[in-house]
């Protein structure tokens, strides 16, 4: 692994990320898409004991990116790509928010989000899935550093400066799986957007930094990397062009998503009832099985991990929403009942090395009293680039989301549907902000 390769292509990163360039059309429409879906996520976030922690940290630019990132995180509902295996926009997003000020048009907030969803994919590209199956939560350590890029490009940092964010905060990468199932995950996620905002300010400050970071005895050698460099030169394509985003029609672990929609598609053509239910068999690739095995939950993030709880509530009610991950929902004897009737098999191995590839797909068998067995098999996840959620759906999430609040957004949420005309993105912020207390 030769580091001066490495440190090569981030030095290059680092210039390409300092040239203000144009967005194509398809980028754009993806990045609205992506801010829709995500300030969603935030405002239900606001609701969560996560939030109000997180809130309780210092009121800077960072410390505002840390609380909106956290909320963003909180129901587990928004986005995720292939490249990073994490949540590239509930760090950009917050990011480019908690920076904005009034000589930012919604344009340069759009094109700082690009910015740094394409250095956590491209860093992606270089540890994974190595580095997420090893243990290490991707949102957290790949985030952080996609927050510094996309905050060296709200702060305007030229291409040395730019490189010394990316260093800085590649430096400060953490944040296990470990976390998953608890509160610590959407606070990884309010990690991510901190320590990129923090690197840039040091960066703009004067601070300098190591090349080494990168390479062998740095992060790629550390953090499993297995390829000197990324695949892809940055910006050729971007990253939210070539891979796109796959938005959440639940709020929960992506790696459930296929199933949920197996379990559902039964429920609407055969809809068997509890009682008639002998058995449920899960059978999925390793890497996700080994994400949503948590089992009979006793708290909300405990069940967004749970495919026994997941795939229960499908079967009987449909594709879950936000109300299924409402403490008091959690103990509902029919959905505990099928759920202990739901064996979870993780498949031999995976066949692909991307992630969520259709050539690993999920199947489901749901074994009938009468002796039928109802089976299915998915590969194609909703919300992806082969299944992409519309305008109107992106329009439901966000009424369920707002729907969580005392006082309904109503009005915010127009505004949020319109983010791509925003006249004003600082008043947009501090409007956002007033709905969290």
């Known amino acids: 692994m030769n580091t001066d390769t490495i440190a090569r292509y981030w030095r290059g990163f680092a210039d390409w990320a300092s040239t203000p360039f144009a967005l194509p059309d398809l980028a754009v429409a993806r990045t609205e898409a992506a801010f829709i879906d995500t300030i969603a996520c935030i405002l239900a976030g606001f609701t969560t004991p996560a939030f109000s922690v997180a809130r309780a940290m210092d009121h800077s630019v960072s410390g505002r990116a840390f609380a909106f990132a956290t909320a963003g995180h909180a129901f587990d509902f928004d986005d995720y790509d292939v490249p990073s295996i994490g949540h590239p926009s509930v760090v950009m997003v917050p990011t480019v928010l908690a920076l904005v000020d009034g000589s930012h048009s919604i344009s340069d907030l759009f094109r700082a989000y690009v910015t740094g969803v394409e250095a956590m994919a491209r860093m992606g590209e270089t540890v994974n899935p190595a580095h997420y199956e090893a243990g290490w939560h991707a949102t957290a ?244 680039l082969a299944r992409p959620l519309g305008r109107d759906d992106l329009r439901r999430k966000l009424d369920d989301c707002i729907a969580l609040l005392p006082a309904p957004a109503t009005a915010v949420a127009g505004r949020v549907m319109a983010i791509s005309t925003c006249p004003d993105p600082a008043s947009f912020v501090a409007d956002l902000w007033r709905h969290s207390s």
């Open 141 to 384: 350590t790949l985030g952080g550093i996609g927050a510094a890029a996309a905050a060296a490009a709200m702060l305007r940092l030229n291409s040395e400066q730019t490189f010394v964010a990316l260093s800085l905060a590649t430096g400060m990468a953490g944040g296990l799986k470990a976390q998953f199932g608890s509160m610590g995950k959407p606070l990884n996620a309010g990690f991510a957007a901190r320590r990129g905002i923090d690197a840039a300010i040091l960066a703009k400050a004067g601070a300098d930094a190591s090349e080494a970071v990168f390479g062998a005895k740095g992060f790629a050698g550390l953090f499993h990397g297995h390829r000197p460099t990324p695949i892809t030169q940055p910006g050729a394509p971007l990253s939210v062009i070539q891979h796109g985003l796959i938005a959440k029609p639940a709020p929960c672990c992506g790696y459930l998503m296929r199933s949920l929609q197996m379990a559902e598609d039964i429920r609407t053509t055969e809809a068997p009832g509890s009682d008639t239910i002998e058995k449920v068999i899960l059978r999925i690739p390793p890497r996700n099985a080994a994400v949503i095995n948590q089992p009979i939950p006793s708290t909300p993030d405990q069940a967004r991990f749970s495919a026994p709880y997941c795939v229960s509530a499908a079967l009987l009610n449909g594709m879950p929403g936000l109300a299924d991950f409402q403490p008091e929902a959690l103990f509902r004897p029919d959905v505990i009942a099928l759920a202990r009737k739901i064996d979870l098999q993780p498949l031999p191995a995976n066949l692909s090395p991307e992630d969520l590839s259709p050539d690993d797909p999920d199947h489901i068998e749901v074994h009938l009293t009468s002796g039928k067995v109802l089976k299915r098999t998915e590969g194609v996840v909703l919300g992806s």
